[in-house]
C-alpha cells in the first residue's frame, strides 16, 4: 500500500491514531447517543410539563375574561431559559398571544397544516418543522374557553448537556492521543534507533563488502533489540575472522601461482578471466589487472587472428558442458602482446566445481613449450649437421689414401720426357686441382680433429683456411673478399675453436649477401684500454640487422634462417671468445634505416660488422663481454648464463 508507513515509529502512530478514533467513535455511538436520547426525552418531558402549565393558566384568564392576567402569563413565559417563545391560538389558527415579539405574528404553513389534525385528534404532541426548529402542540378547554398553546423550544439548551458530554469526551481524546503519543515516541527511539544504525551499517556493508569498520555497533541495555545488535555483531565479527582465513588461502594461493613457472588461469561461462597468474599475463603481454572480467579475444589487438582465443573458447565450453578435464592440448597462435609472433602452449582445463556439483569455473594450466620445440628441432639438426662432419670427415679420412696415390702418379706422369708441351700443361694443371682438393680434405679433417690444447695459433692461416672452405659459396654468391691480413699475428688458443668461430662468423656474412657483395677481412695486432692483443675483423655489405633482430643474435637457438639455420653459432661462438677471454663488438645497418631527414639516394650502405679483440696474455676462462660497436666507447655488458650454465651474450 502507498500509505502504508515503513518505519516503526509510523506505524506505531497509525495505528495508535486509528486506534483511538476507533474507540472514541464507539464511546460516541454507545455513550453520547445514549445521553442525546436521554436529553431530548427530558427536554420532551418538560416541554410537555411547561405547556400543560401554560395551558391551565391561559384558560383561567380567559375563562375570566381577563385580559391582563393572560399577558402576563405570557411575559412570565419570555424570561425562561428553556423555550424559545409561546404563542396562543384559537382553534382556527388566529393567534391570540405571543410571549416574544421575535416570533411570527403568524402560523408557518407547517403550523397550519397541523389545525386539522389537531380538531381531529386532539392531544399533546411534539412537531419537528424542519431539521433547525420544532414545535410542541397542545390543544385545551377550561370551561367554555378553548385554544391551542405552541411552545417553541430552545435548540442551543435542549442540546447544551449533549454538547459538554461531547466537548469533554474530545478533551479526553485529545489528552489520551497526546500521552499515547508521547509513549509511542519514547519507546520507538529505544527501538527504532538501535535498527536504524543497524541498518545504515548494513547498508554500509552491501555498498562495500569489505568494509566492515561501522562494526561492532554500541549495545545498549538488555533488551530484544539489545540482544539482536549483540548477535549481528557477533555474526559480522565471524564473518570477518571468516574472510580473513580466505583471504589469507586466497594470498597463499596467489603467492603460490605468482612463482610459479607455468600459466594458471580461471574463467567462468562467460569465457571472461576470473584470476590469472603473473607467467601467464607475461606471456600474454598484457598486466594481470588488465585480464580481470576480459575475454581473451578482447585482449587481442584490431586485425590479430583470433585463432588462439577461439581453440581456448572451444575447450572451455567443452568442459562447462561436460564436466572433465581435457589435458595437454597443443594451442598454436599470437598473444595479445606479441603480435605476429607465432608461439606453441600445452593446456590442461579442468573444472572447478560449486558446493551444489556443478562447474562454476574452469581452471586452465597453461605451458609455452615454444622455446622447447624450437630447441628439440635445433638439436635436430644440430645432430644432423654433426653427423654430417663426421662423415666429411670420414670421407675426407678415406679420400687422403687414394689422393696420395692418384698425386705420386701424377708426379711420376710430369717426370715423363716423351710427353708434349700440350700433355705437360694438362698433368700440372691436374696436380693444381688435385692439390685444392687435398687442401680442402685437410682442412675438413681439421676441423673434426680438434686440439685439445691451447698453441701459438697463425690468425691468417686460420683465416685462409676457412676461406678454402667457403670458396663455393662465395663464388656461387658472386662475393668479393677484401682482406688485410698480417701474416705474423700470433694467438695462443685453441686453433679448432678460433677456426669454427671464424667459420661461423665468416659462413653468417656470405649468408646476408645473396645478391653478391663485399666481405671485408681484417687481422692485425692492435690495444685496447693499454692491453695488447689480436683484433679480427669481419665485415659485409649485406642486408644488415633491424635492432630486434641484433638484440637476440646470441640467444641459444635464434635463428632467421629457419631452413638452415639452428640458432647455435654465434651463441657457440660466444662461448668460444669468453674462452679465450675475448670481446666482441657489433654494428649492423639493415634497409631503411637511415635517419630522418635523408633521402633515399643517399642513404647509407646497409652490412653488418663484427669485431674481435683477444688479449695476448694466456687463455684465462672468464666470461664473454659482448658490445654493440658505437662511435664512442661504450661499456662492456657481461654475457648472462642460460639455464644449463652456458653463456648466451647480449647485445
Known amino acids: 500500500m502507498p500509505l502504508k508507513p515503513r518505519t516503526i515509529l509510523g506505524r506505531l502512530i497509525a495505528g495508535t491514531l486509528l486506534t483511538q478514533f476507533v474507540v472514541f467513535a464507539c464511546f460516541l455511538f454507545f455513550g453520547i447517543r445514549k445521553e442525546i436520547r436521554e436529553s431530548n426525552l427530558r427536554s420532551a418531558d418538560r416541554l410537555h410539563r411547561q405547556a400543560n402549565i401554560l395551558a391551565s393558566l391561559a384558560g383561567e384568564a380567559m375563562a375570566d375574561n381577563d385580559a391582563g392576567q393572560l399577558s402576563s402569563v405570557f411575559r412570565s413565559f419570555a424570561i425562561t431559559t428553556v423555550l424559545r417563545g409561546a404563542r396562543l391560538t384559537d382553534e382556527n389558527g388566529t393567534t391570540l398571544r405571543v410571549s416574544n415579539a421575535a416570533l411570527p405574528s403568524e402560523l408557518s404553513p407547517e403550523e397550519r397544516g397541523l389545525l386539522f389534525d389537531l380538531k381531529t385528534h386532539p392531544g399533546y404532541r411534539l412537531v419537528k418543522l424542519n431539521p433547525a426548529h420544532s414545535v410542541a402542540v397542545l390543544p385545551f378547554q377550561h370551561g367554555s374557553a378553548r385554544g391551542i398553546i405552541w411552545t417553541y423550544p430552545d435548540q442551543y439548551t435542549a442540546y447544551r448537556a449533549s ?3 461531547l466537548q469533554y469526551a474530545g478533551l479526553y481524546a485529545v489528552c489520551a492521543l497526546v500521552g499515547n503519543l508521547l509513549l509511542i515516541w519514547v519507546l520507538s527511539t529505544n527501538i527504532a534507533r538501535p535498527l536504524r544504525r543497524l541498518r545504515l551499517a548494513s ?52 603467492s603460490m601461482l605468482g612463482v610459479a613457472p607455468i600459466g594458471f588461469a580461471f574463467f567462468d561461462r562467460g569465457m571472461r578471466y576470473v584470476r590469472v ?54 594451442i598454436t597462435g599470437e598473444m595479445p602482446g606479441r603480435p605476429g609472433e607465432q608461439r606453441v602452449w600445452r593446456d590442461t582445463f579442468y573444472p572447478i566445481h560449486n558446493s551444489n556439483g556443478e562447474v562454476q569455473w574452469v581452471g586452465v594450466i597453461v605451458t609455452e613449450v615454444t622455446e622447447r620445440l624450437r630447441s628439440e628441432e635445433a638439436l635436430r639438426r644440430s645432430e644432423k ?13 678415406e679420400i687422403n689414401n687414394p689422393l696420395e696415390s692418384v698425386t705420386n702418379l701424377l708426379y711420376l706422369l710430369g717426370m715423363d720426357q716423351t710427353l708434349s708441351t700440350e700433355s705437360q700443361g694438362y698433368v700440372d694443371l691436374a696436380q693444381q686441382e688435385l692439390a685444392r682438393v687435398s687442401e680442402i680434405t685437410q682442412q675438413t679433417l681439421r676441423f673434426y680433429r ?17 676461406l678454402v672452405l667457403h670458396q663455393g659459396k662465395l663464388r656461387a654468391a658472386a662475393v668479393q673478399v677484401d682482406g688485410r691480413i698480417d701474416d705474423s699475428v700470433t694467438l695462443f688458443g685453441y686453433t679448432g675453436e678460433l677456426r669454427q668461430l671464424l667459420a661461423n662468423l665468416v659462413g653468417n656474412a656470405v649468408d646476408a649477401m645473396p645478391a653478391g657483395g663485399t666481405l671485408y677481412l681484417r687481422v692485425r695486432n692492435s690495444r685496447r684500454d693499454g692491453q695488447p692483443g689480436v683484433c679480427i675483423t669481419v ?46 663488438k657489433v654494428r649492423s645497418r639493415a634497409a631503411g634505416a637511415a635517419s630522418a631527414g635523408i633521402a633515399l ?14 688479449p695476448i696474455d694466456g687463455v684465462p676462462r672468464g666470461p664473454v ?27
Do not use: C
Request: no cysteine; aromatic share 4%; hydrophobic share 40%.
Open 385 to 397: 649437421l654433426a653427423a654430417a662432419g663426421r662423415l666429411a670427415a670420414s670421407i675426407a679420412h
Open 203 to 254: 547498508l554500509g556493508v552491501v555498498a562495500d563488502s569489505n568494509d566492515l569498520s561501522a562494526f561492532p555497533l554500541p549495545v545498549r541495555g538488555h533488551s530484544e533489540t539489545a540482544q539482536l545488535t549483540d548477535g549481528v555483531n557477533a555474526m559480522v565479527a565471524e564473518i570477518g575472522r571468516q574472510r580473513r582465513s580466505t583471504q589469507d588461502t586466497l594470498a597463499l594461493l596467489d
Open 625 to 651: 663481454m659482448v658490445r654493440p660497436l658505437r662511435q664512442a666507447g661504450p661499456t662492456p655488458v657481461p654475457a648472462r648464463r642460460s639455464g644449463d650454465g652456458s653463456m648466451a651474450a647480449s647485445v
Open 539 to 584: 665485415a659485409d655489405t649485406g642486408t644488415g640487422m633491424p635492432e630486434s633482430v641484433r638484440r637476440r643474435i646470441f640467444e641459444p637457438f635464434f635463428t632467421t634462417k629457419e631452413a638452415t639455420g639452428t640458432g647455435l653459432g654465434l651463441w657457440v661462438s660466444t662461448e668460444i671468445i669468453g674462452k679465450h677471454r675475448g670481446t666482441i
Open 601 to 614: 639516394v643517399q642513404q647509407r650502405p646497409t652490412g653488418t660488422v663484427f669485431r674481435l679483440f683477444f
Open 277 to 330: 597468474n603473473q607467467t601467464l599475463a607475461e606471456t600474454h603481454g598484457v598486466a594481470v589487472p588488465a585480464h580481470m572480467g576480459k575475454r581473451l579475444r578482447d585482449l587481442m589487438p584490431p586485425g590479430t587472428s583470433l585463432s588462439v582465443a577461439e581453440q581456448k573458447e572451444h575447450w572451455i565450453e567443452y568442459v562447462f558442458q561436460h564436466g572433465e578435464a581435457v589435458h595437454d592440448r597443443e
Open 450 to 466: 680438434q686440439s685439445s690444447l691451447p698453441s701459438d695459433t697463425q690468425v691468417a692461416d686460420v683465416l685462409r683456411s676457412v
Open 163 to 165: 454538547r459538554s458530554v
